[in-house]
């Protein structure tokens, strides 16, 4: 029984050595521009109107050669309501891909009144990008802007960041490990701290 039990902790700590650390990423507020109506946050309409917040693509990169796998996990409802064409999100993730080389885009186009598991703040999207990218989740982080970016990368078991943006309708439930003005200041804490080494 020892030998059985030490043969399977050999195992599993091989299996772990090849898990790679993933930095998630929410899209809107995070990599692009928002359209601000009131107090509430939107989607740009167009791919003509997509822009990415400055410090953007410099994070990207300085990420992915720290060894970092990139993935955005984004809720995108208004293709669900009826607001939005899927075909000009996928156009904006045409822009994300080339421009930032991710390597994955997750997309949530169902409403909240759809109860699915992959919108966030459930941690469905992670969780399948961790299938099937082979990451190690506990070694892996989520930049979002929202408290629901939060909650989906608490419970996926990520550490978190939070890019404050200080919208009126957020109610942060789960607090992030850090809190910080934009991606760019969030990649220069990963990378100063080498946590993706550890």
């Keep these: 029984m020892g ?3 030490q043969k399977v902790r050999e195992r599993l700590s091989a ?17 692009n521009h928002v359209v601000m109506r009131g107090t509430k946050s939107y989607p740009p309409p167009t791919a ?3 822009r990415f917040l400055p410090g953007v693509p410099e994070a990207a990169r300085v990420l992915r050669e720290a060894g970092f796998l990139l993935v955005v996990a984004t809720n995108q409802p208004d293709v669900g309501n009826g607001i939005q064409k899927q075909s000009v999100v996928e156009q904006m993730h045409d822009i994300v891909r080339t421009q930032l080389l991710v390597d994955d885009i997750e997309v949530c186009y169902h409403t909240r009144e759809d109860r699915c ?6 941690p469905g999207m992670l969780v399948s990008a961790a299938k099937k990218w082979s990451i190690d989740l506990s070694r892996s982080f ?3 802007d929202r408290w629901t970016d939060v909650a989906a990368g608490k419970a996926a078991g990520c550490k978190t960041f939070l890019i404050g943006h200080g919208y009126a309708e957020e109610m942060i439930t789960d607090e992030p490990e850090w ?3 934009s991606l760019f200041e969030a990649s220069e804490i990963l990378i100063a701290q080498g946590a993706n080494q550890k």
Aim: glycine share 8%; proline share 6%; charged share 30%.
């Design 3 to 5: 030998v059985y039990g």
């Design 48 to 50: 003509e109107e997509y």
């Design 117 to 122: 598991t992959c919108r966030k703040p459930l």
């Design 179 to 181: 809190r910080v003005d």
């Design 15 to 31: 299996i772990a050595q090849h898990l790679r650390p993933a930095v998630f990423l929410d899209r809107d507020g995070v990599l």
């Design 142 to 144: 989520m930049v979002g």
